[in-house]
């Protein structure tokens, strides 16, 4: 098990990335919820972790900003060591591909991919060794989705990203894997699905594993059955 420290999610005003922080919390880790504006709510999902007897604090950076990613580590370094890294912050718009410009191309990439970069740089000095990375990948990556081609292609990079640092990063001693929601998971027991997507990223962090490349796919059908299918690569 990692030394105790600092879990940063990104994205964590709100659902997915809410409910994961809070599982964190409860985990025993202090939490760094970021939030790119929506400070607001950052500060309730922090209330509800310390409600809970958990330690947290709220960190607002845009992650597409190389230096306000600088910043915010520079903050949380204050706190401790992040041990846990979860990239949840996405940009999820709809259109179809026919419609989509070169603006909305990039945003979509900067948030996705360029934003897990740049904090898997950051966080790297204190994650070496026994720290984890965890990156949310959404059913877009493995499933692809007509409307959302450009997050489809952000997601499947940052699975590649996933593999990759698996492999770069294992005689380091730091796991690095991804979870993915089922394709059904935006169905009608969405939070049953969140509750299990954080669990298993709690698994993850918190639990003795061996270092190695894994992406676990958690699927729901439409009664809210969740199945977990952990591959080795």
Not at 76 to 85: E, K, M, Q, T, Y
Not at 150 to 162: D, E, F, P, Q, R
Request: hydrophobic share 45%; aromatic share 4%; charged share 25%.
């Amino acid at each position: 098990m990692p030394e105790p420290g600092v879990a940063l999610v990104t994205g964590a005003g709100s659902g997915l990335g809410a409910v994961i922080a809070e599982r964190l919390g409860r985990a025993g880790l202090t939490v760094a919820v970021n939030t790119r504006s929506r400070t607001g709510d950052a500060e309730k999902v922090v209330a509800a972790i310390r409600a809970a007897g958990g330690r947290a604090f709220s960190v607002a950076a845009d992650v597409t900003e190389p230096a306000a990613v600088k910043l915010m580590f520079d903050t949380i370094a204050d706190h401790g060591r992040v041990r846990v890294l979860v990239n949840n912050a996405s940009y999820r718009p709809r259109a179809a591909f026919a419609d989509i410009t070169e603006e909305d191309w990039r945003k979509v990439h900067a948030v996705t991919l360029d934003g897990a970069f740049s904090c898997i740089r950051n966080a790297l000095p204190t994650l070496i060794p026994g720290g984890r990375v965890v990156n949310i990948l959404g059913r877009n990556a493995l499933d692809g989705d007509p409307q959302r081609v450009h997050v489809s292609a952000a997601k499947y990079g940052l699975l590649g990203l996933t593999r990759a640092l698996a492999v770069s990063l294992r005689s380091d001693g730091v796991a690095v894997n991804a979870v993915s929601p089922g394709i059904d998971c935006e169905g009608t027991d969405l939070e049953h699905c969140r509750d299990e997507i954080a669990e298993q990223v709690a698994r993850l962090t918190v639990e003795p594993t061996e270092v190695t490349g894994t992406v676990v796919r958690v699927d729901c059908d439409g009664a809210g059955v969740v199945s977990a299918i952990t591959r080795d690569y």
